[in-house]
């Protein structure tokens, strides 16, 4: 009789492992449930070869794994939209009936040369040789996260592999919706700061020193404002004493001067962007910087309702899929990115394995509305936690739309007054001089 190995999670929630006699997978699955466990990898356990015999792979395999070693170059990344693609495309392959492998040996034909085409072939050559398709996903995680590879592993436990794939694509569609909305929203602006820099730059290191050599031909005073802005001009084009360019004439190239100021103007957002990506690789700088974020004004709203959004449509869709809900609240935990709900999510997991309800250790940690507690508080009652989660994710999506289309309507006019001030403060400076010089030009 065959023996087949499993990894499988207690009613604890604890990782099992072991072996198993049994006549198929589906025996297998029966006796491992009759455990007591809950099977997440079924597979039947390899024998070695016999030393002298013959190479017993199929011509299919021999020619799968023969295409496999050509391939040595990958073009391209794998990018979420490739994913979604996969997903469903090999949902409808698998309800209409078609063997995983020869589904796998379709997508795989069909894809562009690139990293993703060779990733799918190797699924297709290890699924060939016996692997569970979530064992061969898990191998390479830069395309196949474990998110991905757990919901996948429980619809090859549970029979639904097509209706699982078909979920991961509409997680992953909503996922990148969500993410596009915030970062369109961060576009704007960034791009409206950096032409009125550039703007800014221009004027100060080519027009207002013509400016400046016009006043100083008159010799006349000049009001403070206007003086304030010739030496803003020299600062910017680092013409002023002691920075680089007349700093390094009179000290015959001795470094060591003070940097022009259009460097500190494009340099300083890239450094501190550097810094604080620094920081973050540190577990309490990143728990200190995510705790600062969300206490930014209208941002940290923003911030906040986008993990909530995260966490409940994660967790909603692994709950859904048939995965044990303590592995499940590990993995959203795993890809929630933000330290905060981390913290809340380990304190859930934990609670939950004393026994405790989902909704009271979350009520605790004071981490997301009210709303959000009781809505998960009645999916535990009712026995319907994933539609819960995933009504939440629904609200909250919804939520950051119209937050993202404020804050768009709030910058549009705030960009533009603060751009008018620049540029109004620069004209009024310039020409506060012209009464004193006309009248100076008119006495002599």
């Not at 070693?69 to 990958?74: A, D, K, L, V």
Request: aromatic share 6%.
């Amino acid at each position: 009789m065959p023996v087949y190995q499993f990894e499988a999670m207690n009613q604890a929630g604890q990782p099992q492992k072991g072996t198993i006699d049994a006549s198929n997978s589906e025996d297998a699955i029966q006796r491992i449930k009759a455990k007591g466990y809950f099977p997440t990898s079924v597979r039947e356990k390899k024998t070695k070869a016999k030393k002298g015999g013959g190479d017993s792979a199929s011509p299919a395999a021999k020619k799968t794994k023969k295409k496999g070693m050509e391939i040595t170059i990958s073009f391209g990344g794998v990018s979420k939209k490739m994913i979604t693609q996969f997903s469903r495309q090999m949902s409808t392959l698998q309800d209409a009936g078609l063997p995983i492998l020869r589904s796998l040996h379709i997508l795989a034909e069909q894809q562009k040369p690139g990293q993703f085409k060779n990733i799918v072939e190797e699924i297709a050559l290890d699924v060939e040789g016996g692997s569970a398709l979530s064992e061969a996903m898990a191998k390479h995680p830069k395309a196949f996260d474990r998110l991905y590879s757990k919901m996948i592993a429980a619809g090859e436990v549970g029979g639904v592999l097509d209706i699982i794939m078909q979920r991961l694509a509409d997680f992953m569609e909503k996922a990148q919706a969500l993410k596009k909305r915030i970062i369109s929203a961060m576009i704007y602006p960034v791009a409206v700061v950096l032409v009125a820099m550039l703007i800014v730059t221009f004027i100060m290191i080519k027009v207002i020193p013509k400016f400046k050599a016009i006043f100083e031909d008159f010799g006349a005073p000049l009001p403070k404002a206007t003086v304030y802005l010739m030496k803003m001009s020299d600062w910017v084009a680092g013409t002023m004493d002691g920075q680089w360019h007349a700093g390094m004439k009179e000290s015959g190239g001795v470094t060591g001067m003070n940097p022009p100021g259009y460097v500190v103007m494009f340099g300083a957002p890239i450094v501190l962007f550097m810094i604080l990506k620094m920081i973050r690789r540190s577990k309490g700088g990143r728990a200190a910087i995510d705790r600062a974020k969300m206490k930014v004004p209208v941002f940290g709203r923003l911030i906040k309702a986008s993990s909530i959004a995260r966490f409940t449509r994660t967790l909603g869709t692994l709950i859904g899929a048939g995965v044990p809900i303590l592995e499940a609240i590990t993995i959203t935990r795993d890809t929630v990115g933000n330290h905060v709900y981390e913290v809340a999510l380990q304190k859930v997991h934990d609670s939950i394995r004393e026994g405790e309800s989902f909704a009271t250790p979350l009520r605790e940690t004071k981490v997301c509305d009210i709303l959000v507690v009781n809505m998960i508080d009645v999916g535990e009652e009712t026995g319907e936690l994933d539609k819960m989660l995933s009504k939440v994710a629904d609200n909250y999506d919804e939520e950051v739309d119209n937050m993202v289309r404020s804050l768009m309507s709030l910058l549009e006019p705030l960009m533009v007054c603060v751009l008018g001030v620049i540029v109004g403060g620069i004209v009024v400076a310039l020409f506060l001089p012209l009464p004193t010089l006309i009248q100076s030009v008119s006495n002599a």
